[in-house]
């Protein structure tokens, strides 16, 4: 069964320090995972996916994420946060054997502070 | 490409009333899906089509709600007897492809009040 674990529910960083978001999944089969944002009154953003090419992937906006299958971890980072990046953000396992499973984490709120 | 789109974007309604979405897709994408996220939650799945067909439902959708999708293009979701635990959002997204590995598309939602 697939499972999605985001390990904190808030992140509070300084503007111009790293961002560690951390996402730990669990798949029966080869998953597909994304990180996604969503912004206040705003609809859901694809910041990048794994697919089973490079492990590590880069999005867009500065951040990327690292596909490590030993720790079944897709933690997402940003060297240097910046104000706009205060959002809630989603780690995505999905299912790609041709059957549908698409498990959404709940969530964690990166605060940026000036 | 306009993205996805819902509508209506609110809904109140009182308990026991039946409401329906809509969703509107983009074009050439043959997957449609619907989500409900609440108050502090990452979406939940609740079915998708391809096409015209649904292929998936979740054990979230009870049988007070459809979903259809006719001619494969927008989709409706209508939830019947409404209840005040149906309160969330409701997200649509679309996706080309066949498999698990492509980008989904979300819409910005219909939030629904029921009191």
């Known amino acids: 069964a697939q499972s999605v674990t985001q390990l904190d529910s808030h992140v509070s960083v300084s503007e111009g320090t790293p961002v560690l978001l951390r996402c730990n999944y669990s798949?029966?089969?080869?998953?597909?995972l994304f990180w996604y944002v969503q912004h206040p009154n705003k609809g859901l953003q694809l910041l990048l996916k794994?697919?089973?090419?490079?492990?590590l992937v880069k999005g867009i906006n500065g951040f990327e994420a690292e596909f490590k299958k030993s720790e079944t971890s897709f933690h997402l980072t940003k060297p240097s946060a910046h104000m706009s990046d205060a959002a809630e953000y989603f780690c995505?396992?999905?299912?790609?054997?041709?059957?549908?499973?698409?498990?959404f984490g709940a969530g964690t709120r990166l605060f940026v502070k000036a | 490409d306009t993205g996805v789109s819902q509508d209506p974007r609110h809904k109140i309604t009182k308990r026991g009333q039946n409401v329906t979405f809509r969703c509107d897709p983009i074009?050439?994408?043959?997957?449609l899906y619907w989500y409900r996220q609440t108050l502090g939650q990452g979406p939940e799945f609740l079915t998708y089509?391809?096409?015209?067909?649904?292929?998936?439902k979740s054990r979230l959708l009870s049988d007070r709600f459809s979903a259809e999708r006719p001619k494969g293009s927008f989709s409706t979701l209508e939830i019947q007897r409404t209840e005040q635990g149906d309160s969330a959002m409701y997200l649509c997204?679309?996706?080309?492809?066949?498999?698990?590995?492509?980008?989904?598309?979300f819409g910005p939602g219909t939030r629904l009040l029921v009191l």
């Open positions: 074009s050439e994408h043959n997957r």
């Open positions: 995505v396992v999905s299912d790609n054997t041709g059957g549908f499973k698409t498990i």
């Open positions: 997204a679309s996706s080309l492809g066949r498999g698990g590995s492509e980008t989904q598309y």
């Open positions: 794994y697919t089973s090419a490079a492990t």
């Open positions: 798949s029966s089969y080869s998953p597909s």
């Open positions: 089509f391809q096409n015209e067909a649904q292929l998936e």
